[in-house]
């Protein structure tokens, strides 16, 4: 019955832990991924007079998955799922 208590900060533990890697998975890729100032220098085909386009697929339609309430953001192509830049 005593073990109970250090199992369950185990269990706790390996699940902040997943977190944790998690989280920082996904701060590395944010990292990686250009600006949009860089993303129209290194694609100045994918800038259009009507937005930006997808360098991968050329579609127009990119929505973001805001990250966090500090307004970061990942701009994801809808079509082609690719992660074109980050704010
Ligand atoms: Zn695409």
């Given at each position: 019955m005593e073990y109970i208590p250090v199992i369950v900060l185990l269990f706790i533990g390996v699940i902040a832990?997943?977190?944790?890697?998690?989280?920082?998975?996904?701060?590395?890729?944010?990292n990686a991924l250009p600006t949009l100032d860089e993303y129209r220098e290194e694609f100045p085909d994918c800038q259009?007079?009507?937005?930006?386009?997808?360098?991968e697929c050329n579609s127009s339609s990119i929505w973001q998955r805001k990250l966090n309430r500090a307004g970061r953001a990942i701009f994801e192509c809808r079509h082609c799922g690719t992660d074109l830049y980050r704010r």
């Open positions: 832990a997943k977190n944790i890697s998690d989280y920082l998975a996904l701060q590395r890729h944010y259009t007079p009507r937005g930006i386009r997808c360098c």
